[in-house]
């Protein structure tokens, strides 16, 4: 995003030091005047200290200071409090310090505090919150701020807001700047074209931007160039990605010019993306490799809510591959585990993890389609058990369908989803990826009657639920959106319209549901902007089999008799064993098998010519009764050389080794 807020900062007069040294020296003392004359209750030196500790980046030191002096004191330097809260990640106190602000502060201060505010929501997905705070900025702007900045500022929340399905009218720029040669607002223009989905276009605008960023920063420090053009390559190379051209995509990122950037971040999402485009099995070395948990911890008040969560995703995915995960990991607790679905509601990927390592079912058992039997009995086990967490019954029913999909047995699956679906109508409590699962069983294995019971029985119960809750919740508007969209390709128009007027009477904003009602379809989007921009010989000329993704077969383990009497158990395979550090490998060039090799290898230990018995074996045949002397019947060595050096040998006398 832009450099507003660094402008509205430097906007308030704040005296600046010229290295990390005086900035120190200000503080020590500053503070030392603040604590000791003036009791913490001198505004003057506490502002001091608190833009020293901003500028040296110590926030946590700052935030104490904060605590240490009175709260008339604190008030009174409300841009540099949000601040502190904000880097912090402090939200509850960030929006107590914004609500309770009082009416005479001056305007420059409250634009600062805005766009402080707006950052922290866009970066905590909070995205309609932040563009309705840069459309206040925009609206109320009397020449404060950089109309181009706040432009930028605005495209990039918005390029956030068009592939969300709350997409709505109050989310259209507002700012009609339109600079061309701002490589800024161009990438931030081609952001917005990327999520409509419009690949051509946004690869269009971020050319230009590229080209316009060389020019405009030409005679700056490489450094710099680099960091700028650094997030367009990247989108670039992901457009490449999307567009299937893995090879150009892959070059982008192997760029050495984009290795060297200085920055963690960029390094991570180049490091991510690229092994991406790779089918390594090296799982181990792609883990230590991307080192998600140190990147991760020093990110935190960088990665947006959307990157984070796809990061943590790959994070447990490759813990989970490369065995790297247990039970007992502080990733699947129950305090993470609640705070994860808090931040990220419907994804219980943690859960899933916690299911399949508490049943000890790893990724060869998943992969491999001998073993989906066994899995299958394990989970409807798990479940039919009474597990108390609703959250863990209803990730290893979702577990149990996806592992009945490969056989295409969905018997556990239907009886589990039924059950389930029955206790939450009884119960008043919808969840609408339970339902829909049921719907979709319906309709695979075509059980139309019992399909036509549960959507009587579903809008008898939407009846019932009040307005607000349905407008509130929108998994469950969309639920029932579905449910009247298949009513009518059942043609039964009578309860699909039942259907859609709950949903107007909710009274929410939406297009789709009002011309329906209305039987009105102006207000929708023509046709032709719906249809692909690619002719029709252009995808007559495509290979078929290009746009089919195979599926990662295993090899299939023959079952022996036992697996089957026994089709619960999974048995684990033996790790192959490593290699000593100390041994390695000669080139052919300088290895000699004559020499090297022994020549009597091939006999038994016993009748090589240069074995010694031990004092052991000397004593079991020193002549005791029963003892047959075999020397005869075993095969003698044809060395003569061999056994005249033996002979001269055992004339010496020598120490025990």
């Given at each position: 995003?832009?450099?507003?807020?660094?402008?509205?900062?430097?906007?308030?007069?704040?005296?600046?030091?010229?290295?990390?040294?005086?900035?120190?020296?200000?503080f020590?003392?500053?503070?030392?005047?603040?604590?000791?004359?003036?009791?913490?209750?001198?505004?003057?030196?506490?502002?001091n200290?608190?833009?020293?500790?901003?500028?040296?980046?110590?926030?946590?030191?700052?935030?104490?200071?904060?605590?240490?002096?009175?709260?008339?004191?604190?008030?009174?330097l409300?841009?540099?409090?949000?601040?502190?809260?904000?880097?912090?990640?402090?939200?509850?106190k960030?929006?107590?310090?914004?609500?309770?602000?009082?009416?005479?502060i001056?305007?420059?201060?409250?634009?600062?505090?805005?766009?402080?505010?707006?950052?922290?929501?866009?970066?905590?997905?909070?995205?309609?919150?932040?563009?309705?705070?840069y459309?206040?900025?925009?609206?109320?702007?009397?020449?404060?701020?950089?109309?181009?900045?706040?432009?930028?500022?605005?495209?990039?929340?918005?390029?956030?807001?068009?592939?969300?399905?709350?997409?709505?009218?109050?989310?259209?720029?507002?700012?009609?700047?339109?600079?061309?040669?701002?490589?800024?607002?161009?990438?931030?223009?081609?952001?917005?074209?990327?999520?409509?989905?419009?690949?051509?276009k946004?690869?269009?605008?971020?050319?230009?931007?590229t080209?316009?960023?060389?020019?405009?920063?030409?005679?700056?420090?490489?450094?710099?160039?680099?960091?700028?053009?650094?997030?367009?390559?990247?989108?670039?190379?992901?457009?490449?990605?999307?567009?299937?051209?893995?090879?150009?995509?892959?070059?982008?990122?192997?760029?050495?010019?984009?290795?060297?950037?200085n920055?963690?971040?960029?390094?991570?999402?180049?490091?991510?993306?690229y092994?991406?485009?790779?089918?390594?099995?090296?799982?181990?070395l792609?883990h230590?490799d991307?080192?998600?948990?140190?990147?991760?911890?020093?990110?935190?008040?960088?990665?947006?809510?959307?990157?984070?969560?796809?990061?943590?995703?790959?994070?447990l995915?490759?813990?989970?591959?490369?065995?790297?995960?247990?039970?007992?990991?502080?990733?699947?607790?129950?305090?993470?585990?609640?705070?994860?679905?808090?931040?990220?509601?419907?994804?219980?990927?943690?859960?899933?993890?916690?299911?399949?390592?508490?049943?000890?079912?790893?990724?060869?058992?998943?992969?491999?389609?001998?073993?989906?039997?066994?899995?299958?009995?394990?989970?409807?086990?798990?479940?039919?058990?009474?597990?108390?967490?609703?959250?863990?019954?209803?990730?290893?029913?979702?577990?149990?369908?996806?592992?009945?999909?490969?056989?295409?047995?969905?018997?556990?699956?239907?009886?589990?989803?039924?059950k389930?679906?029955?206790?939450?109508?009884?119960?008043?409590?919808?969840?609408?990826?339970?339902?829909?699962?049921?719907?979709?069983?319906?309709?695979?294995?075509?059980?139309?009657?019992?399909?036509?019971?549960?959507?009587?029985?579903?809008?008898?119960?939407?009846?019932?639920?009040?307005?607000?809750?349905?407008?509130?919740?929108?998994?469950?508007?969309?639920?029932i959106?579905?449910?009247?969209?298949?009513?009518?390709?059942?043609?039964?128009?009578?309860?699909?319209?039942?259907?859609?007027?709950?949903?107007?009477?909710?009274?929410?904003?939406?297009?789709?549901?009002?011309?329906?009602?209305?039987?009105?379809?102006?207000?929708?989007?023509?046709?032709?902007?719906?249809?692909?921009?690619?002719?029709?010989?252009?995808?007559?000329?495509?290979?078929?089999?290009?746009?089919?993704?195979?599926?990662?077969?295993?090899?299939?383990?023959?079952?022996?008799?036992?697996?089957k009497?026994?089709?619960?158990?999974?048995?684990?395979?033996?790790?192959?064993?490593?290699?000593?550090?100390?041994?390695?490998?000669?080139?052919?060039?300088?290895?000699?098998?004559?020499?090297?090799?022994?020549?009597?290898?091939?006999?038994?230990?016993?009748?090589?010519?240069?074995?010694?018995?031990?004092?052991?074996?000397?004593?079991?045949?020193?002549?005791?009764?029963?003892?047959v002397?075999?020397?005869?019947?075993?095969?003698?060595?044809?060395?003569?050389?061999?056994?005249?050096?033996?002979?001269?040998?055992?004339?010496?006398?020598?120490?025990?080794?």
């Amino acid at each position: 995003m832009s450099s507003s807020i660094p402008q509205a900062f430097k906007s308030l007069h704040i005296t600046s030091a010229e290295s990390k040294s005086d900035h120190e020296h200000i503080f020590e003392v500053s503070y030392e005047y603040l604590s000791k004359i003036k009791n913490f209750e001198d505004v003057k030196s506490f502002h001091n200290c608190i833009v020293a500790l901003i500028n040296m980046d110590k926030y946590h030191k700052a935030n104490i200071l904060l605590k240490e002096v009175p709260k008339e004191v604190s008030d009174q330097l409300p841009v540099e409090k949000i601040y502190i809260y904000y880097k912090l990640g402090l939200s509850s106190k960030l929006n107590e310090v914004y609500e309770n602000l009082s009416n005479d502060i001056n305007e420059i201060e409250l634009r600062a505090i805005k766009h402080i505010l707006a950052q922290h929501s866009y970066q905590k997905g909070d995205i309609f919150k932040a563009l309705s705070l840069y459309h206040e900025l925009i609206t109320n702007n009397q020449k404060i701020d950089n109309e181009l900045d706040l432009a930028c500022n605005e495209r990039a929340v918005i390029s956030q807001i068009t592939n969300h399905d709350k997409f709505n009218e109050t989310s259209k720029i507002l700012s009609t700047i339109t600079d061309e040669n701002s490589y800024d607002l161009l990438f931030n223009n081609s952001l917005i074209e990327l999520s409509k989905g419009n690949l051509e276009k946004s690869l269009e605008l971020l050319n230009i931007a590229t080209d316009k960023c060389t020019s405009a920063n030409i005679d700056s420090d490489p450094q710099e160039i680099l960091m700028e053009l650094a997030p367009m390559k990247l989108t670039i190379a992901y457009i490449y990605q999307l567009q299937g051209n893995i090879s150009r995509a892959k070059s982008m990122l192997d760029d050495d010019e984009l290795k060297n950037v200085n920055d963690l971040m960029i390094n991570l999402i180049i490091k991510n993306n690229y092994h991406s485009l790779n089918k390594s099995s090296e799982i181990n070395l792609i883990h230590r490799d991307l080192d998600y948990q140190y990147n991760l911890h020093h990110l935190e008040q960088k990665l947006i809510k959307s990157q984070h969560q796809t990061l943590l995703q790959n994070h447990l995915l490759l813990s989970y591959q490369s065995s790297t995960i247990s039970k007992n990991s502080s990733y699947l607790s129950n305090a993470s585990i609640e705070k994860y679905l808090k931040s990220f509601p419907g994804d219980f990927t943690p859960i899933i993890y916690k299911v399949l390592l508490a049943l000890q079912i790893d990724i060869n058992d998943l992969i491999n389609i001998d073993y989906n039997k066994a899995i299958s009995r394990k989970l409807f086990k798990y479940i039919s058990n009474k597990v108390e967490n609703d959250d863990l019954k209803i990730t290893a029913a979702f577990l149990l369908n996806s592992v009945n999909s490969k056989s295409g047995h969905y018997d556990q699956s239907i009886y589990v989803f039924e059950k389930m679906t029955n206790e939450l109508i009884n119960e008043s409590r919808l969840i609408p990826s339970v339902i829909g699962s049921l719907i979709n069983l319906y309709e695979t294995l075509n059980h139309s009657s019992k399909l036509n019971q549960l959507i009587l029985s579903l809008i008898e119960k939407f009846e019932s639920i009040p307005q607000n809750e349905i407008f509130d919740n929108f998994d469950l508007y969309n639920l029932i959106k579905v449910i009247g969209f298949k009513l009518i390709n059942l043609n039964d128009e009578e309860n699909a319209n039942k259907v859609f007027q709950i949903l107007k009477s909710t009274g929410k904003e939406d297009l789709l549901i009002d011309s329906i009602s209305s039987k009105d379809s102006s207000k929708l989007l023509p046709v032709n902007s719906l249809a692909s921009s690619t002719d029709v010989e252009t995808l007559l000329e495509t290979n078929i089999d290009s746009l089919i993704t195979k599926p990662t077969t295993s090899k299939s383990i023959p079952v022996s008799k036992t697996d089957k009497e026994k089709p619960n158990k999974i048995s684990k395979k033996t790790k192959k064993p490593k290699f000593s550090k100390h041994k390695f490998y000669k080139p052919d060039s300088e290895f000699n098998p004559e020499k090297e090799l022994d020549s009597e290898r091939w006999l038994p230990l016993k009748v090589r010519s240069y074995y010694k018995p031990s004092k052991k074996d000397k004593k079991r045949s020193g002549g005791h009764q029963g003892i047959v002397d075999n020397s005869q019947s075993q095969p003698q060595p044809q060395s003569s050389s061999a056994s005249k050096s033996n002979a001269n040998k055992k004339k010496k006398k020598k120490g025990k080794k």
